[in-house]
Structure formats: C-alpha cells, structure tokens
C-alpha cells in the first residue's frame, strides 16, 4: 500500500475525512500523541486499525469526537459527572470510560459494554472528525508495542506502506496518552495515569478517585492474569517497548546517579553501546514531554542497553511517566 504522506492544509484534511469516511486509515496529530484514525462506527474499518498496527482485539479503542455534546452519540445516559469533567477537562487529554450504545460495535471497544471517548485539543484532529462527520477511533499511531509516536517521523517509521494517509503535524505538546478515567462504576477510577491527575479530577468532581489496583503493582498483568480484560488502553499487554534492553534504576537520587554511572562503565568496558535517560529531579512534565521521544532517539542509535533514572511516584505525572517507564522497561527495576 502506497501512503500519501501529507501537510495537514484544509484540502488534505478534507481528503483525509473522506478517506475516513470510506472506511481508509489515517494518522494525525492530537496533543498527546499521535492517533492511528478509522471510522468508530464501521467495524471492518476499525479491524483494519489492529491489524495495521499489530494490535490484539481485545484492546479497547479510544474514540475521539470533535464536540463535547457528541458524547451523547455513544452513551445512553449523561450523569452530573460526565457533564462536570467534560465542562472542566475538555477538549484536552482526558478520555471518560463511560456505558456504550448498542451502535457502537464491539470490536471498536474489545467487546466491552463500555466505551472510551476523549474530544483532543488540536486544531487538525478537530477538523478530520468534523469534516469525517462521524467519531474516529484511534489508539497511538505505532506498531503495537513500540514507543508511542510524538513526531510525525514515528509514524513515519513504523506506518509508512500500511495506512492510507499520514497527515502532518507539530510534535506532540503533551507527550504521554490522555488520562483514562472509568465512570461508568461508582467510584470514578483511573485505568491509565496521565498529564491530568487524580488531585485535579478530584478538585473538579468534589469527590474520590481512585487508582485502578493495577497501576500500583510493579509487575506485568498479562503475564500474572492471562483471563485479566482491559478496559482501557495499555492495561494488559507490553507497550511502549525500545529494541535496547532497558533498566530502571530507582532510590535516592545521587545513588541512582552513580549506580547508572557503574552500570554504564561496566557495560561499555563489555563492549555494549550504553544510553541513559535521567531528567532532572522534579520536571515531571519536561519528563513526560520527552520520554517517548527519548527512546526513538536511543532506538536509532542502535544502543543495546538504557539505564534510566526512576521518577518520583508520589508526584501525579511522575507517577505516569513511572507508569510508561516501567513497562518500557518490562519491570526490570534495580533498587539502590
């Protein structure tokens, strides 16, 4: 397959929701990461979406839409605290778990009864799903397992000759994926921790929310509860991995200078090509900005081992730039 690889001028944006419309594939620009596009409501169109990616069916789409009141196309009921968190968070990077209509099809949320939908903060993505006409499906725009792209050159790398069009655009502001929020229980939970935290959506609700037990173990879930269904995105299976082993070293921050420093030399003097990721201290969304980013350069580089510096959890976004880090690393933590 030949990819037009494409400036997002409003010709090409109107080329590429007619590509969605007709059931094509096409990647563009959100605030958070880049967003592999398919038509939400067209099941052999989403289909298309998991196997450009190499992506298991059973992994929920995150479904974006281009007006706050169009979340009333995909859920049957709207509570105060939907219309709270949509007049506070959105457009931006948070995306509501909420209960599906039964016109959204399975395959677009893994044969769950709920569905995620996020409206993006970026001109271009809000365009494609308003001139498409419909919602757009659209998890991050790599193969499944790869550091999620936050520069067109990622999609570039890993789509070029599999979709139908690449829509150009900056780099990503935000640099992680959307805060995941599940409201469709009792207590709203977070499934994925993001650039919003559980501190601001609390402010905003005047009320609890907790973390998804799952976030908080240091340990992969797929491999521990093989029969375990996502509700969201990047809940179960390996994501966000380099080609380079990777290695996180965590304690108090000079210990974690000079174990890295070891580490390196020794792997060096080994003959093993060594990077290391290590943000200052407390620039968690200088961290959660570069990160991704950070791993596609090493990948280049063709290192063959990344040592990285843990983050502080007890911060909201170090505790999700921890969440991506971990998984990168495949768990693979060394404590000082």
Request: glycine share 8%; charged share 25%; proline share 6%.
């Amino acid at each position: 397959m030949e990819t037009k690889i494409l400036e997002s001028t409003n010709e090409n944006i109107k080329m590429a929701a007619e590509l969605i419309q007709n059931g094509g594939l096409v990647a563009f620009p959100t605030e958070t990461v880049y967003g592999l596009g398919a038509d939400a409501l067209n099941p052999e169109a989403v289909q298309k979406v998991y196997a450009a990616k190499g992506r298991p069916s059973d992994n929920p789409m995150i479904v974006h839409i281009c007006r706050a009141s169009d979340i009333g196309q995909l859920t049957p009921k709207l509570s105060a605290t939907i219309v709270t968190l949509v007049e506070n968070f959105w457009p931006g990077p948070l995306t509501l778990v909420v209960k599906k209509k039964a016109s959204v099809p399975d395959v677009t949320t893994g044969g769950l009864d709920t569905v995620a939908v996020r409206m993006p903060d970026d001109q271009i993505a809000l365009k494609l799903i308003e001139q498409a006409g419909r919602p757009i499906a659209a998890p991050s725009a790599n193969l499944s397992g790869r550091p999620s792209p936050t520069k067109a050159q990622h999609v570039i790398e890993d789509l070029n000759g599999k979709i139908d069009m690449i829509l150009l655009g900056e780099d990503c502001r935000v640099g992680i994926e959307s805060t995941v929020l599940d409201i469709s229980g009792e207590i709203p939970t977070i499934l994925r921790p993001g650039i919003l935290t559980a501190e601001a959506l609390q402010a905003a609700i005047g009320g609890e929310v907790v973390m998804d037990p799952a976030l908080l173990v240091n340990r992969p879930r797929d491999v521990s509860e093989p029969d375990f269904q996502p509700k969201a995105p990047g809940m179960k299976y390996k994501h966000y991995a380099p080609k380079a082993q990777m290695i996180i070293v965590e304690g108090q921050r000079e210990k974690v200078k000079a174990e890295i420093q070891r580490l390196q030399l020794l792997n060096e003097r080994l003959g093993n090509k060594v990077g290391v990721i290590l943000f200052e201290e407390k620039a968690f969304v200088e961290a959660a900005h570069n990160f991704f980013a950070r791993l596609r350069e090493l990948d280049e580089e063709s290192i063959d081992l990344i040592l990285a510096g843990a983050l502080s959890d007890t911060d909201g976004v170090g505790f999700a730039v921890m969440n991506r880090m971990l998984k990168s690393a495949g768990y693979n933590i060394v404590k000082v």
